[in-house]
């Protein structure tokens, strides 16, 4: 009886509704934004115009880094509600 009881409760009861999966499947589209941004590197391979003595192509990239980090958030508070 007891193994009965422990099992009954280890299995999770669905809380969202189809509806609201597919609502917040929306956000995660925003995280193929970097995947774009960094998959043709012919675009951003050029050394002008420079930042700080960083050519583009450098200074490019880690600013994908910075926007991706933002990005992850906003989809984490999203999607956390």
């Known amino acids: 009886m007891q193994i009965d009881y422990a099992l009954h409760h ?11 999966t597919r609502r917040r499947s929306r956000w995660v589209l925003l995280l193929i934004l970097p995947y774009l941004g960094l998959c043709f590197p012919q675009i951003y391979a050029h050394s ?3 930042l700080w003595g960083f050519p583009f192509f450098y200074w490019y ?5 910075i926007a ?8 984490y508070q999203k999607l956390k509600t």
């Open 61 to 65: 990239q880690f600013a994908w880094v």
């Open 68 to 75: 991706t980090s933002a990005l992850l958030a906003l989809v």
């Open 10 to 20: 280890m299995v999770p009861e669905p809380v969202a509704t189809a509806k609201a």
């Open 48 to 50: 002008t115009p420079v």
